[in-house]
């Protein structure tokens, strides 16, 4: 089955600085990853997603990129906010990664 | 965007009863729906997939007489925790899209399981 791997588990930035999470999948079928912010105690709300298609996508502060002959995609957040700490899990489909606990630092 | 209902929010119950969570998508229909269970400060891991009108598809090491999942219409699916013991308590969630695990998933807001 699919097993996406994804770094780092914690990431600490200073306000306004950006931020990048990695991942990695398994199963090169896989064509859609999502992103998923989820805030202490409440569900997991996508941020963005890329199909196998394409290799870049970006919506205001937020971008991923795909590499499929890698098998890796990372997010980028640039101008980092107080209001961007939280949980980030990427995905394969619908296999999580274990999540990256984002902390930025005012 | 769509929504996905999910009840109830918590329940307690005690060890060997049976507990029922319900996931409905509200604006869409579903032929399939995705049940997770997450740990405090863990991943979401995928237990199984819920198929409308046929058995669900579980995850390698999910019990599934454990876990019974029923998906009788396009707008529900059960998710029944049998016999239930404190190491099943656990935050399960689940979600659903339009079209289904190909794009963007609507997740329910999650069932905090106690088992005493």
């Known amino acids: 089955g699919e097993n996406v791997e994804q770094h780092p588990s914690t990431l600490s930035v200073q306000e306004g600085d950006s931020a990048v999470i990695k991942c990695t999948y398994s199963d090169s079928a896989s064509n859609y990853f999502p992103w998923y912010k989820q805030e202490l105690g409440k569900r997991p709300q996508l941020i963005i997603d890329?199909?196998?298609?394409?290799g870049e996508k970006k919506d205001q502060r937020i971008a991923v990129t795909l590499n499929k002959t890698a098998k890796h995609f990372s997010l980028h957040i640039t101008e980092t906010q107080p209001e961007d700490s939280a949980v980030y899990f990427c995905?394969?489909?619908?296999?999580f990664g274990k999540g990256t606990h984002l902390i930025i630092q005012p | 965007g769509a929504v996905v209902s999910q009840h109830p929010s918590w329940v307690i119950c005690k060890s060997g009863t049976s507990v029922k969570i319900e996931c409905r998508s509200l604006?869409?229909?579903?032929?399939?729906m995705f049940w997770y269970r997450q740990f405090p400060k863990q991943s979401l891991m995928l237990m199984a997939t819920?198929?409308?009108?046929?058995?669900?598809?579980?995850e390698q090491g999910v019990e599934k007489d454990k876990f019974l999942i029923n998906h009788a219409s396009l707008t529900l699916s059960t998710l029944t925790v049998t016999s239930a013991h404190p190491e099943d308590s656990s935050f399960y969630i689940c979600?659903?899209?339009?079209?289904?695990?190909?794009?963007?998933?609507?997740f329910g807001s999650g069932t905090q399981l106690s088992v005493l």
């Open positions: 890329i199909r196998s298609n394409v």
């Open positions: 979600s659903a899209g339009p079209r289904g695990a190909r794009e963007k998933l609507f």
């Open positions: 604006d869409f229909q579903a032929t399939t």
């Open positions: 995905a394969a489909s619908t296999h």
């Open positions: 819920s198929n409308e009108g046929s058995k669900a598809t579980y």
